[in-house]
């Protein structure tokens, strides 16, 4: 059973989608569980507003890319089964083992009143996947240290306590677009960047998309080539294209003379993979009964599936 989240730490975008969301429609098995990772989103200052608001709508995102409703929820619905969980499993966890995580200290680098949860988020991670029974996960490098930790404390607590957890395993995603963003090809496409013209939002309109894709930067070359390393710019407007419309990034490049042509193909591709998406989405925010209904069915799957895990962790650990 594979568990995979999405942070609402700001709208979802292009790279969500063609490296994450559109997999996790396309190939889930119906045991597998996808969450909307709020409580994670309050690591560092947030506004609680805007926060209710971005989780509601990944929410909506998720349903709408065609992940059936069964299968998502949302993470600070279980914000009780999970606390207590996180409890459990910091008595099973040394401080030097989360003090150690490579993204506390980059992330906690040199802050002022760096949150106590920056530090301790990894095994709030832990009781996201070991709740559910996860046994892959999959994650980006970034966040295969987190997956090593949740390895080590259900062993920990399987050998101290009695066996209650599957050990999970962290799974290189299947082989997805690694969308770069568009005014700076060194980096990836985030939700998070803050200046948004090189972020494409699964909820832009048609025109906007095609404007921040007429302004990517490429290079002063005239004819497309895919050339990863030396012109990234155009690499990725080309696996962009090639991940819309199922061909390689060369055979797009060959289909195109120009690069004011390729961007004009790349800017429809992009405009009608996502048009479904946000139409739907757009359709369920405005119908917010239908997304409460979604999400309480959800939480209530989700919940009840790591019932007795947590009832059995408690009893062991000797509590209640
Ligand atoms: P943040 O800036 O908050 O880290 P993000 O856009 O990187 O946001 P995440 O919530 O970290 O999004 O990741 C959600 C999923 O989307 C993960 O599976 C991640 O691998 C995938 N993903 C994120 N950005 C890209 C991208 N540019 N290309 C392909 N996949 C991506
Ligand atoms: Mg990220």
């Not at 090593?148 to 404390?153: C, S």
Request: include cysteine; aromatic fraction near 4%; proline fraction near 5%.
């Amino acid at each position: 059973m594979r568990l995979s989240g999405i942070t609402p730490s700001g709208h979802a975008q292009l790279g969500n989608y063609l490296g994450a969301i559109s997999a996790w429609a396309a190939e889930g098995g119906d045991e597998d569980l996808y969450f909307i990772a709020d409580l994670h989103a309050m690591t560092t200052t947030h506004n609680p507003a805007k926060l209710r608001g971005l989780a509601a709508e990944t929410l909506a995102v998720l349903v709408a890319a065609g992940i059936p409703a069964e299968r998502v929820f949302v993470q600070s619905d279980l914000a009780r089964e999970l606390g207590a969980l996180t409890w459990i499993l910091e008595c099973t966890c040394s401080y030097g083992e989360a003090a150690r995580m490579i993204q506390f200290k980059e992330k906690a680098g040199g802050q002022a009143g760096v949150r106590l949860s920056l530090l301790t988020y990894p095994v709030l991670m832990a009781a996201d996947i070991l709740l559910q029974g996860a046994s892959e996960v999959p994650v980006g490098e970034d966040q295969s240290q987190h997956v090593e930790l949740a390895r080590a404390l259900a062993r920990r607590f399987n050998g101290t306590y009695g066996e209650v957890f599957t050990v999970p395993r962290a799974v290189v995603p299947l082989a997805g677009a690694r969308v770069r963003d568009l005014s700076d090809p060194a980096r990836k496409m985030s939700k998070s960047t803050r200046d948004a013209a090189g972020v494409v939002f699964l909820l832009d309109e048609p025109d906007l998309i095609r404007r921040k894709i007429r302004r990517a930067v490429t290079d002063t070359h005239t004819r497309p080539e895919y050339l990863p390393e030396d012109r990234p710019g155009v690499a990725n407007l080309l696996e962009i294209l090639a991940a819309c419309t199922s061909a390689t990034p060369r055979e797009v490049a060959e289909r195109h003379s120009t690069y004011g042509a390729l961007k004009e193909a790349v800017a429809e591709a992009v405009v009608e993979t996502l048009r479904p998406v946000r139409e739907r989405t757009r359709e369920l925010l405005a119908d917010p009964a239908e997304l409460g209904r979604v999400r309480k069915a959800g939480a209530a799957r989700a919940a009840e599936r790591g019932e007795h895990r947590l009832s059995s962790a408690l009893r062991l650990i000797g509590a209640g």
